[in-house]
């Protein structure tokens, strides 16, 4: 398929949209078919008010099926650029559980903040002591039950139950984050066929949040056949902030 798409999580959100009561969702709850095979791109920005576009990134995500300390995983690593020279590229490998997509280790490094690196045990998170240059080296988060990475909500939010009308509760946490886990609810609100730009119509299922303290709302549009997620918008104040799916890559 040839589509462009794009989305964001930059606050807090705990609004049930409506009337309807959030399924939470747990380990054993995904539908693990729908993991994203192979490597996804997107395009993500800031609109302004004007109209400008700034601070404009290409993510690049890749997602298999590997061995981890002989176990089997599904492995995401993603690479950020920029041509912003002050923090220009940011590299991120994530390790989850095969049979439930809940985290079993990641690390990121920037050039700004260099390197972190944490293990998710049963009952806490903590950094990595195989990693010699992972910064935080007491860092330590308790866990009263498993949450899951913020960091991949392109790949998690393809593997909901998706249904019109269903809210779902997720435990989710920013690794490294000194703010513990919370849960956040997100609404599928519709249908709408959005427009590819070979010009072929996809329909898709809507999934919106509100943030809290009237912060700011955003909106995914997941394929409903696919589940993939092709467009993210994201409204706070007066910008707007998109993630689009690129349609090919360079190679």
Not at 130 to 159: C, H, I, Q, Y
Request: aromatic fraction near 14%.
């Amino acid at each position: 398929m040839k589509f462009i798409c794009f989305t964001a999580s930059l606050f807090a959100c705990q609004f049930i949209y409506g009337q309807s009561i959030p399924d939470t969702i747990r380990r054993g709850d995904f539908q693990l078919s729908y993991v994203p095979n192979g490597t996804q791109n997107y395009l993500v920005y800031l609109k302004t008010k004007d109209g400008a576009k700034k601070n404009i990134w290409i993510w690049e995500r890749s997602t298999s099926r590997e061995k981890f300390n002989g176990q089997d995983a599904i492995v995401i690593r993603q690479q950020w650029t920029t041509s912003d020279t002050g923090f220009n590229s940011r590299e991120i490998f994530s390790v989850m559980n095969a049979t439930d997509f809940t985290p079993v280790y990641h690390t990121a490094k920037n050039p700004k903040t260099g390197r972190e690196a944490y293990n998710f045990h049963y009952g806490e998170i903590v950094t990595a002591d195989t990693v010699t240059d992972a910064g935080r080296k007491d860092f330590k988060m308790p866990l009263t039950e498993p949450s899951f990475n913020w960091e991949l909500d392109l790949e998690t939010f393809p593997l909901l139950p998706l249904k019109v009308g269903k809210t779902f509760a997720i435990n989710f946490y920013h690794p490294g984050s000194k703010s513990g886990p919370a849960w956040y609810n997100y609404t599928v609100t519709g249908t709408e066929k959005i427009s590819t730009i070979n010009g072929q119509q996809v329909e898709c299922y809507k999934l919106y949040t509100e943030y809290a303290n009237n912060r700011g709302n955003s909106t995914w549009w997941l394929s409903k056949k696919t589940h993939e997620v092709l467009k993210m918008e994201e409204h706070f104040g007066p910008v707007t902030r998109y993630k689009i799916r690129i349609a090919t890559t360079e190679k």
